[in-house]
């Protein structure tokens, strides 16, 4: 039982905002969003990325639209900085995209800072400081007046050492950490002191970033006190108002929506809500929430799947299957009353009227992904679902993705034959789909060699009964085998791959190797599996290669 927490904890207040207004506006448009992947995001993680890792998510994120990306905390370690001056002398940052760096408010981190900057075309340097009683009080032991100096100090020292670098265009983000829990008059006092000092314009408004460090109470008192400061702010003209939620209670996404109801203009966060603690606000939920209500969100995430996989590879860290919009789980119907009524609902949809389909609040498609109702009956009901049985009889442990992939294919079995399915039966169809013997392509030998630092693969297999013998070279076997391809008019890309051992005696002996190759295709939405089955890991790989290319079709598109 938990305890009475009523001695221990006590609510947070509520503000005082007669007439509030936000309550009844909508939200008409995007905010200007940044990204704080590569800083909040990145700073959060077990490893953090690596300096080829922190490119691949920076060059993703421009692809999917952002304009403003916090890069780094330079000041913080070397990798920081080093991607700073990577970033910039090696000319990697689009025109029209703004990179930022946070330092906090303290001289020889600022100077070092500015340092990472040199030669940017335009940057935002976002500096902050704590402001709230408990981090006045408690944490660095300075009173109000103290407080808002070091502030100051801080954007004084800014303004000149970007003075003295005049052709690079420079912005400023000023940041009351742990701004929820301040007194909201001296949140105010502070931002207004950074306002001045800095000699914001209507032209040269600069950013202050009013975050939720912890989030603290419901979204609605969130909402009071950006509508708060924005009402009492001065030089408001001069001023982009930003919110900076973190998830403490799970409501971050709720409370930058009513923090934009009430009239902020900018948002920033992680993609799937990557970030210190329980993670920033998803940047991915907000942006697909706008539009389904009909609001372009300037991000593109038309192609969910390779935006998770990337983050994923990224943090090496895995996303919830029932994470909004981009979970495996997520467009995936188990019960039969509601893939019922998906299924009623696709049968009226219209191409070019409104989207009104039960439990799909979008359209799969939109996302690149696919509507798929499971027909599967879990091990605790005792009749056994298609990934228990496959499990449970055959030793095959499928990936959840293959799991919702192959779900479909037995579903399409079932709607054909009527009736039960026997795990022999669906280990047939198993074997049909994935491990063909008569498909268009045939493996049917490899040879490897050694190329330099690099590894060759002679790769011997029948198209149409015709045999070909392909050269290619990568960095292993995998990689080498998918160039080779290539000289069979044959493009597919690797996205994931599993391998899992199966049918081991209980010593270990007679192991196979069972592989899980998911693909894609140059211009084929989605993806597939592939999976080989050998006792030789490195031919199960490219058995699991040529079955994925089958499954493509790519041979009867030739
Ligand atoms: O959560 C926070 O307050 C921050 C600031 C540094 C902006 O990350
Ligand atoms: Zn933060």
Not at 13 to 42: C, E, F, V
Not at 90 to 98: A, C, K, L, Y
Not at 295 to 301: A, Q, S, V, Y
Not at 332 to 343: N, V
Request: charged share 20%; with cysteine.
């Amino acid at each position: 039982m938990l305890k009475n927490p009523s001695s221990k904890y006590r609510a947070f207040p509520a503000i005082n905002l007669p007439n509030r207004q936000w309550p009844s506006r909508t939200i008409t448009q995007a905010p200007i969003w940044m990204s704080t992947d590569l800083r909040d995001g990145n700073q959060s993680l077990f490893e953090p990325m690596n300096g080829a890792r922190k490119m691949q998510m920076f060059k993703m994120l421009c692809d999917i639209g952002f304009k403003e990306i916090e890069v780094s905390f330079p000041s913080a370690s070397q990798t920081d900085f080093d991607f700073v001056r990577t970033l910039i002398e090696d000319g990697h940052i689009p025109d029209d995209v703004t990179i930022i760096v946070l330092t906090q408010a303290r001289e020889h981190l600022i100077r070092r800072t500015m340092e990472s900057l040199r030669g940017a075309k335009k940057a935002i340097v976002h500096v902050y400081n704590a402001t709230s009683e408990p981090f006045r009080d408690i944490v660095f032991n300075l009173s109000k007046r103290e407080v808002l100096e070091m502030a100051v100090n801080a954007v004084s020292l800014i303004k000149q050492l970007t003075a003295e670098q005049p052709s690079t265009e420079w912005q400023l983000e000023y940041s009351p950490e742990t701004f929820t829990a301040t007194e909201l008059d001296f949140a105010k006092e502070v931002c207004d002191a950074v306002t001045e000092t800095w000699g914001a314009t209507p032209s040269n408004k600069v950013i202050l970033n009013l975050p939720a460090t912890v989030e603290v109470a419901t979204p609605n008192v969130y909402a009071d006190q950006i509508e708060w400061m924005g009402r009492h702010l001065a030089r408001r003209d001069s001023v982009i108002i930003s919110l900076h939620p973190h998830n403490d209670r799970g409501t971050a996404v709720a409370a930058t929506e009513l923090g934009l109801m009430a009239g902020a203009e900018r948002v920033e966060g992680c993609l799937f809500g990557h970030g210190e603690r329980t993670g920033n606000v998803d940047l991915v939920t907000l942006a697909l929430n706008l539009y389904s209500q009909g609001i372009t969100p300037n991000l593109d995430f038309s192609d969910i799947d390779t935006v998770a996989r990337t983050v994923e590879h990224c943090t090496q860290l895995p996303i919830h299957p029932r994470h909004p919009y981009v979970g495996d789980l997520v467009f995936t119907a188990f019960s039969g009353s509601h893939q019922d009524a998906i299924k009623k609902g696709f049968s009226v949809q219209q191409a070019d009227s409104y989207w009104n389909m039960p439990y799909l609040p979008i359209d799969p498609a939109d996302v690149g992904r696919s509507y798929d109702s499971v027909i599967r009956v879990n091990s605790q009901s005792g009749k056994g679902g298609v990934a228990y049985l496959l499990e449970n009889s055959y030793g095959v442990v499928m990936p959840r993705r293959l799991q919702v992939e192959f779900s479909g294919v037995v579903q399409q079995h079932t709607d054909s034959v009527g009736g039960e399915i026997s795990a022999q039966q669906i280990w047939q169809l198993f074997s049909q789909t994935y491990l063909q013997s008569n498909a268009p392509v045939c493996y049917r030998e490899y040879h490897l060699f050694e190329h330099g630092k690099n590894q060759g693969i002679r790769l011997v297999i029948d198209i149409h009964g015709v045999t070909q013998v392909l050269t290619g070279y990568g960095n292993g076997p995998i990689e080498a085998a998918v160039n080779a391809l290539h000289g069979a008019g044959i493009y597919v890309q690797v996205r994931s791959y599993e391998e899992r051992s199966m049918n081991a005696d209980v010593d270990g002996a007679n192991a196979q190797a069972c592989t899980f190759m998911e693909m894609t295709q140059q211009g084929v939405t989605g993806a597939c599996y592939g999976v080989g089955i050998d006792s030789n890991m490195i031919s199960a790989s490219i058995k699991a290669l040529v079955s994925g290319v089958n499954r493509f079709g790519v041979v009867e598109i030739m």
